[in-house]
């Protein structure tokens, strides 16, 4: 891969992080009751949609440590009780995660800045969560990263529209110099 790939990894990274702080004031303005009713979404409400957000990365993150630079970065991550249940709370209120989250895209960030053009050529061998085992392309699985998380946040930004909060704009071109 080269330097724009891995320069699209940064902005990635760093939209994320933006991301999510948006996300999460508008999700704390609704509070914990309405942010953690169920709104028949996949993992039912606001709290448990970002909550799951949260639990992939982890899951994910513990996969990328396994690369062969052992980024340094991914040394000190979250232990989950499970590595098989994407629902598993790690929080009891949208403050509580929302910390969590800080800290996990800091994380995300420094290490997204150590990872070098060449370390997305690697292929990665991962178990899922089924316990399948597979061997895929380093960089192509970043791609999957950030997009789940952008998928999850597209369905979590209609949540909390529907509840009567703007979250504001959310197009990447916001980041694009």
Known sequence: MNNENWYNLQLM????????QKIYQAA???GN??????QRAFFGSIFGTLNHIWVADIIWLRRFSQHPQQYSSLSSLPKLSSYTALDQLVANDIETLNKLRQELDRTIIQWCEKIAPADLEHSLEYFDTKENLYNKNFGLLLQHFFNHQTHHRGQVST???????DVGVTDLLKLIP
């Open 159 to 165: 949540l909390i529209v529907q509840q009567g909060v």
């Open 28 to 30: 704390q303005q609704l």
């Open 13 to 20: 990274s760093q939209y994320n992080q933006w991301m999510n």
């Open 33 to 38: 009751e309405a942010s953690q009713q169920d």
